[in-house]
């Protein structure tokens, strides 16, 4: 198997080098074998581990659950089923998420609406309704 320095570990995974030390520092991946020289060695495998926590984090995963799927993915008794579950329950977050931000957008709406774009700040109804919290 061919060793990778952190440089070509990066490149291949399209991820930056700082990306990788600080998956490193957040126990995402393990800590390499080092050279002599004091410079890391990665085994080719570490290419795919990257390139899931990538996708992972695509698709709206932290990295506290990407850990978690990680140590799933590893642990002998886990199901598909297990795995669906946190995909469901990254799906509730997300339409959650979404519902937020269309309150948020209709509120902002509402408000820019309110306001001509004329006259000093003292008089602007945005500025005024994010003073009196409506």
Known sequence: MRLLTIGQLAKSADVGVETVRF?????????????????????????????????????????????DL???????????ADVKNRAEEKIDDIEAKSRTLQRM????????????????TTDCPILEALDKGK
């Open 23 to 67: 998956y490193e520092r957040q126990g995402l991946l393990a800590e390499p074998n080092r050279r002599p020289s004091g410079y890391r060695q990665y085994d080719e495998g570490v290419v795919d581990r990257l390139r899931f926590i990538r996708r992972a984090k695509e698709l709206g995963f932290t990295l506290s659950e990407i850990k």
């Open 70 to 80: 990680l140590s799933l993915r590893l642990d002998p008794s886990t199901t598909c």
């Open 105 to 120: 957008k209709k509120a902002l709406v509402k408000v820019t609406k309110a306001c001509s774009g004329r006259g000093g």
